[in-house]
């Protein structure tokens, strides 16, 4: 029988996956407008929009990156390995991901002196196809081999890990 989402750490983690993706299609949809919008005054409320996705950027998914890294995978780890395999690219992925951020938040913050939208569209754009595949990465890789390894007893240690990561 499957565990719900409030007691397997393994269901929760999907379940961000889904907002994840919802945000990820928000920024999609901005980034195609900011490049065919007509007037300046419309594309600089486009990229005010950009804020509420960086803000989910440094918080919501900050943590859900934490979770995996402090909970889940020290624990996969013992099965799996944690210095190379899946593992390590997923580490590589988040951090790479934590890298496009701070670049595109750079170039937003630079927007009204600069006016170079084409590098927040250029930069946007590869955050969030590097984001995609990597969660699509995890759910059809990873989850998988820690539903199918990890105890009940380990299960829910990563859930209460999971628990006190802010
Ligand atoms: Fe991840
Ligand atoms: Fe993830």
């Known amino acids: 029988m499957d565990m719900d989402a409030s007691l397997d750490p393994i269901a929760a983690l999907r379940s961000e996956h889904e907002a994840v993706r919802a945000v990820l299609s928000n920024l999609e949809g901005y980034l195609n407008k900011i490049n065919f919008v007509s007037s300046g005054g419309l594309r600089n409320n486009l990229i005010n929009q950009l804020n509420e996705i960086t803000s989910f950027m440094d918080k919501d998914l900050e943590t859900h990156f934490k979770k995996e890294e402090e ?69 059809s890789i990873l989850f998988n081999m820690a539903d199918t390894q990890l105890s009940k007893e380990e299960k829910q240690g990563i859930m209460e890990k999971m628990r006190s990561v802010k």
């Open 71 to 139: 909970a889940l995978f020290p624990v996969l780890g013992n099965y799996i390995g944690i210095e190379t395999g899946p593992i390590h690219v997923m580490l590589i992925e988040h951090k790479h991901s934590r890298e496009l951020s701070a670049e595109f938040k750079a170039k937003i913050n630079n927007y009204p002196a600069a006016g170079d939208f084409k590098s927040i569209i250029e930069i946007g754009g590869s955050f969030g196809r590097l984001l995609s595949e990597h969660i699509e990465k995890e759910e």
